[in-house]
């Protein structure tokens, strides 16, 4: 019960981030959420994740869940707390006038579903001898006891599974939190590295136009001598025009980015902060690089998954059910043994030591209800072990299709750096060609774009390969440890 209120607190929480999420980027109108500082320069990615797992409401409200999941584990110790009683019997009318207070404080202890007690009773009048148990000396009667169970209830109850299944419900919220988080980090991250990427392009591509544009000025200079045709600069310009536009679109990507990013990234108060688009940090300070002594620990990693030790610990929370099933097919057989004393005047046959020992058995034919609890909770722990065996493989071929991808994605950065070298040479040597009057302005735009669209490519397969790496340390769930 205490796991299901979780889990659904848990459900709840990922619909949030995913719809609120997706909704940040249509809240730029909405400039008293973010705060707006026109200067502010773009964190670390760990300055990022810091303000997150810290400040953000999403991580918040997780901690929150831990909150709940301890206070409900103090819920089941207090079953175990001691408490004390009274009760006061009196004649108002007829023959008897008898009044009897009784007082008792019991200790409730775990073993053997046992508790200690004493008690203190005190009468005084008439009693008829139907009732002469509630008679007391004029001092009254102190007497000290144990109750304890021997058969059904011995070893375990309701009370003690409670006990330890609240305890477990805490380490599944635990367990829980570190997947919430790590995937909310994941989300985080992916964010900034998107925004980063299309801010570099904007820098490369915007070095090109910028030489290009000094280009210009030569090619006009030219065709007002006459040593060029016209064409050749209205070609060049619809080159030109066409560059422009490419960054015009990197520029409405990294924005878009920029704004999103602005959902994650978090002031103490726990504010959005705005992020200056159009400076993006020479170094982001990536943590997350990959390299065969990581790979050992991410793959070591796996065999304690958050996803598999919530499942562990459900399965431990049906086994403590099963026990508790197995104890109410047995017998109910309890013992109570108590020494009481009176003191004081009075009637002779209260006076002395009074020992006392009671057992009490019971079971019920056919136990029917018990039986079907029992098989229930054994197909329970079948179900658990297939789903346990199902998620572990699930998130082994994850891990491992992630590491083919990353495996790629550092060939792909190889050959698209080369492939962005060689067309940079390529156009350079194409100027050069048309500046001594071997070339024509079509081959000279053309090589231009593919300059362009390499040195794209190349900024893109590199942020891939972080992006890689970023899914190898999610899928591990290492990107951040929830700790209570």
């Known amino acids: 019960m205490v796991m299901r209120r979780l889990f659904f607190t848990a459900i709840a929480l990922a619909t949030y981030i995913d719809g609120s999420a997706s909704g940040a980027y249509s809240q730029t109108q909405n400039s008293h959420q973010v705060q707006t500082q026109s200067a502010r320069q773009a964190p670390t990615i760990e300055?990022?994740?810091?303000?997150?797992?810290?400040?953000?409401?999403?991580v918040l409200a997780i901690n929150e869940g831990n909150y709940q999941a301890a206070a409900e584990l103090e819920i089941a110790r207090s079953s175990f707390d001691p408490f004390i009683e009274q009760k006061t019997k009196s004649r108002v009318s007829g023959y008897y006038d008898g009044t009897n207070l009784t007082q008792r404080f019991t200790n409730p202890i775990e073993d053997f579903n046992g508790a200690v007690f004493g008690e203190y009773?005190?009468?005084?009048?008439?009693?008829?001898?139907?009732?002469?148990?509630?008679?007391?000396?004029?001092?009254?009667?102190?007497?000290?006891?144990?109750?304890?169970?021997?058969l059904q209830n011995r070893e375990i109850d309701k009370r003690r599974t409670e006990l330890r299944n609240a305890?477990?419900?805490?380490?599944?919220?635990?367990?829980?939190?570190?997947?919430?988080?790590?995937?909310?980090?994941?989300?985080?991250?992916?964010?900034y590295i998107a925004w980063y990427e299309s801010a570099s392009q904007i820098q490369a591509v915007t070095e090109l136009l910028d030489t290009a544009s000094e280009r210009e000025k030569a090619l006009v200079t030219r065709v007002e001598k006459g040593d060029l045709a016209s064409i050749v600069l209205t070609e060049f310009k619809a080159n030109l025009l066409q560059q422009r536009l490419t960054l015009a679109e990197l520029k409405q990507k990294r924005d878009m980015h920029a704004q999103m990013l602005s959902f994650y990234w978090r002031s103490p108060s726990g504010d959005m902060l705005a992020i200056n688009s159009e400076q993006p940090p020479s170094e982001i300070s990536w943590p997350y690089w990959v390299g065969n002594s990581q790979?050992?620990?991410?793959?070591n990693a796996l065999r304690n998954h958050p996803e598999l030790d919530v499942m562990k610990l459900e399965q431990q929370v049906v086994q403590n059910k099963v026990a508790l099933a197995d104890n109410a097919l047995l017998p109910k057989l309890d013992l109570t043994a108590s020494i009481a004393r009176d003191v004081g005047a009075g009637s002779e046959t209260l006076e002395g030591t009074e020992t006392k020992v009671g057992l009490s058995f019971s079971y019920p034919l056919g136990?029917?209800?018990?039986?079907?609890?029992?098989?229930?909770?054994?197909?329970?722990?079948?179900?658990?072990?297939?789903k346990l065996t199902s998620t572990q493989q699930a998130i082994e071929q994850r891990f491992e299709q992630a590491l083919v991808y990353w495996s790629q994605a550092k060939d792909i950065v190889a050959l698209q750096s080369e492939n962005?070298?060689?067309?940079?040479?390529?156009?350079?040597?194409?100027r050069t060609r048309f500046d001594a009057g071997d070339s024509d302005m079509f081959v000279l735009n053309a090589r231009a774009q593919n300059e362009i669209k390499a040195k794209i490519k190349e900024i893109k397969a590199k942020v891939d390969l972080l992006k890689a790496e970023l899914m190898l340390y999610k899928e591990a769930a290492m990107l951040y440890s929830f700790e209570s």
């Open 47 to 58: 300055a990022l994740i810091n303000s997150m797992v810290n400040y953000h409401p999403y």
């Open 295 to 299: 790979l050992v620990t991410l793959r």
């Open 367 to 386: 136990n029917r209800k018990a039986k079907a609890e029992r098989a229930q909770l054994q197909s329970k722990q079948r179900e658990l072990a297939h």
């Open 167 to 191: 305890g477990l419900a805490t380490s599944q919220w635990q367990a829980l939190a570190t997947s919430l988080i790590n995937g909310f980090v994941y989300k985080g991250v992916s964010e």
């Open 420 to 430: 962005a070298a060689l067309a940079k040479t390529l156009s350079k040597v194409e």
């Open 121 to 150: 009773r005190i009468a005084g009048g008439d009693f008829p001898s139907y009732e002469g148990d509630y008679d007391t000396l004029s001092g009254g009667e102190a007497s000290v006891g144990i109750a304890m169970s021997l």
